[in-house]
């Protein structure tokens, strides 16, 4: 398999990894309130909303729109997942819904990481792979 198309996957499954970790957590929030609210809409149908566009960018087939797309969706959901990383730090924990991991070796013992931690560094890969592959792919291209 050559670079480019793993690189393609690699940022593909990703980003799929986001879209449904959003989806999940929209599908929460639509049970019992899990989301913050910016002002009246909850922030995880916007950061489900942005990850669906960079989806789209990524399985549309007009090269044109790829980057518009995918700029957009990136951006909402960066400047979301930065401004609650930084709130979350600052309120002890009080602002992100959690994502809990469990610790294997017959211990109870789990970690709690907030979901826009968990976000934020998925969103900085996700741009360095999308950098080194689609976006540098369309800018190689003759105009």
Not at 136 to 143: A, F
């Given at each position: 398999?050559?670079?480019?198309?793993?690189?393609?996957?690699?940022?593909?499954?990703?980003?799929?990894?986001?879209?449904?970790?959003?989806?999940?957590?929209?599908?929460?929030?639509?049970?019992?309130?899990?989301?913050?609210?910016?002002?009246?809409?909850?922030?995880?149908?916007?950061?489900?909303?942005?990850?669906?566009?960079?989806?789209?960018?990524?399985?549309?087939?007009?090269?044109?729109?790829?980057?518009?797309?995918?700029?957009?969706?990136?951006?909402?959901?960066?400047?979301?997942?930065?401004?609650?990383?930084?709130?979350?730090?600052?309120?002890?924990?009080?602002?992100?819904?959690?994502?809990?991991?469990?610790?294997?070796?017959?211990?109870?013992?789990?970690?709690?990481?907030?979901?826009?931690?968990?976000?934020l560094a998925?969103?900085?890969?996700?741009?360095?792979?999308?950098?080194?592959?689609p976006y540098?792919?369309?800018?190689?291209?003759?105009?």
């Open positions: 398999m050559n670079k480019n198309r793993t690189i393609f996957i690699s940022l593909l499954l990703l980003v799929l990894y986001g879209f449904f970790g959003a989806l999940a957590i929209s599908y929460q929030n639509f049970q019992n309130n899990a989301c913050p609210h910016l002002f009246s809409i909850p922030v995880c149908y916007v950061v489900l909303a942005a990850y669906s566009l960079m989806l789209m960018s990524l399985l549309i087939p007009h090269k044109g729109c790829k980057h518009h797309f995918f700029s957009v969706g990136w951006g909402m959901a960066f400047i979301i997942a930065l401004l609650a990383s930084i709130a979350e730090f600052f309120s002890a924990g009080a602002v992100c819904p959690t994502a809990q991991a469990g610790m294997r070796g017959g211990s109870d013992l789990s970690v709690v990481i907030p979901t826009c931690y968990i976000s998925l969103l900085i890969v996700i741009l360095g792979l999308f950098i080194k592959g540098k792919k369309i800018c190689n291209l003759p105009s």
